[in-house]
């Protein structure tokens, strides 16, 4: 690599060397997320700069470069690398060595070499830049006004690559062919749209469109072709703005997949898309245009507001103010609303004043709505639509019009979901933005696929230090939700050039990513390792946490449910646990759960199926004993004195079901976790007494040895309050509290026996902010150090990285311990 030794003449010397007797060469190599970011670019000017000579190039395995100049220079720009990168760029490391000068005389990006089984980490897509945000509105800007804008900082990628290495041809903007100008933007090294693969311009990218689908837009284009650019986006959107404000419901095609959209503040459009999405309760998705319109809705911290900033812009759940004019049909029953920012070109003109519609609908103000639904544009549990057809398939009846593109989604994508928690992440779904960034583990791992859980599901693949958990799947229900995961994982595996050896899966016999390893395995004459639950959901925190292949920390893991060694169903889990392996040192006494998995929608059953196990009478004055008539309490008190389809639950998602329907919240889910969540917002912050649990240590030999933590003296306190009449918000408050003392009581009995106190708190049920409070306030005051999720989520979303974890720790453990 000399293509451009010392040609030059004395001046071109001059300008790199000033004192040629302390001439140092250095090749440097940086992996990470180098590539697609304006990495070279950043290089290039930064050796100008410092007058260094040589050059940069792209590798299958990361960034290349090779420099010559004084002993000071070379000494910052190794420093500036790390220090000044450009804002997507991620750094996993830096090589340097130190050679002679190779007598350089200009610096040059040159040609990428591709390197055998090398791979590196792709970008996830990311919000539009502020730069790209300005010549949006820009009206002297060949780019003002469209919905296509980006730049090196900015715009898709993970969800348009189809193939490595990440160039213009491996993406789907394969179809549009660079324009003039485009193609020298995109040639020069000075430009902020060096390389930029998905460089567009109204000349040549892609365009937006509007059709109807209820004949509404009689004057717009029906075909099953698309039309041509003959409108501008202008009168796209301000025709959108104008059915949004007249209360209809839109499918927008965005970054990752559709959204179904409606404005927030017309109670009537909000009902409506609920009926068309045969979603009763779930809570809808916000946006809105801004910091300040979010602020007069709901309450915003500074973390908050960084969070909902952040180029990855997810959703933030936030609190809502009392007096917001958004529907409560939004969120019912709650006191928080998912709300996010404008991430692309699009979403910023969706929300800008572009035309005014006065003229031709004098009843409307004008200014198009500043409040939107934005849900995902599915039927119920399907999979999010991607493409153009299917929308017009699966989304017609759900919306009155779509507003479509024609730049293909390769990735289906879901936005992210995140909390604040303390000042920091606490996600509920990484995906859109975040994924496919790899999680770094703290040893070397055998290439490996876990496939997660069912519900929630998002699977991880794992080489070298990398684990690359996926974008949300959804809930393993369907058969659409299936080929989505297949699919996901074949690309994946493709563009990460990972070739499992050894697949990880759910103990559960029934959950179809357990399937699929289990198939895959048998197919491909693969070994396959069942992972229990509760312990990946540890593992899963422990990685979150960067802890090392030795470590040992008491495990909380609190879950709706969870396929157990035993074949319960388990969820209020103690476990003394390491990547190895773990002990269950304590849970909450199996109760029988009348119907099983599927009875999980009727926490009134639980109730009675609680009640009846801690030996207290159905008092017909008790809420859930008031949702069943005579007949249907006989039949269930038979089933449950008989045995009948009652598998045993040590779970304490079924605990918060069935106090919540005690205390007389909900006795019927529409939605998962539904009572849980209602309970939480009902407790009153100022309220400090709590219910007691029992704690049973086990007698000696017995085959379960774990200490059974009994809510039975819980549910009689509960009982008397109800007879008290003491207010819900009270009630609520001491069920909260009485499971956070029983989580220390029953740690401080294990700590004793154990010498550990390490905690690591994971599993669905911890999504309760309420509780994860005053858990943690009470563990810390006892001396405890607390580990929670920072990086991926506390439910089945994360579990994937832990099954990652598992394995590999056991396949090295015994490899280390075979002969060899
Ligand atoms: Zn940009
Ligand atoms: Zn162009």
Sequence with gaps: MKTNRVAGNDQDRANYVTASDQLKGARIHITGVVQGVGFRPFIYSLAQRLRLAGWVRNTSAGVEIEVDGNPANLNEFILSIERDAPPLARIDSIKTDLMPPNGYTTFEIIHSTAIEQAFQPISPDVSICPDCLHELFDPSDRRYLYPFINCTNCGPRFTIITDIPYDRPNTTMVGFPMCHPCTSEYSDPSNRRFHAQPIACPTCGPFIWLESTKQILPALIEAEEKPSPGTSSREVVGEAQLLLSEGKILAIKGLGGFHLACDATNQQAVI????????????????????ATIREHCYLNDAEQKLLESHQRPIVILKRRPDSTISPDVAPQQDTMGVMLPYTPLHFLLFANLVSWEKSRPSLTGVPPQILVMTSGNLSEEPIAIDNAEARQRLSSLADALLLHDRPIR???????????????????????????????????????ATGAELKNTFCLARSQYAFLSQHIGDMENYETLLSFEDGIGHMERLFKIHPEVLAYDLHPNYLATRYAMARAREQDLPALGIQHHHAHIAACMVDNHLPLEATVLGVSFDGTGYGDDGAIWGGEFLLANYYGYKRLAHLEYAPLPGGDAAIRKPARTALAQLWQAGLDWEPGLPPVGAFCAEEKAALHSQLEHKVNTPLTSSIGRLFDAAAALAGVRQALNYEAQAAIEFEALVDPQERSAYPFELKHSPPLESDPAIKISPAVMFSAMIQDIHSAIPLPHIAARFHNGVAEMVYNTLVAIRNSMGVSLVALSGGVWQNLTLLHKTIDLLESGGFTVLIHHQIPTNDGGLALGQVAISSANLLQRSKLSPS
């Design 272 to 291: 409506e898309l609920r009926q068309r999405k045969l979603r009763v309760d779930k809570p809808f998705a916000l946006m809105m245009p801004d910091i």
């Design 411 to 449: 990735t289906r994508c879901d936005d992210s979901v995140v909390r604040n928690f303390r000042g920091d992440n606490y996600p509920i779904r990484r995906s859109r933005g975040y994924a496919p960034l790899p999680l770094t583990l703290l040893w070397e791992t055998p290439p490996l696929l």
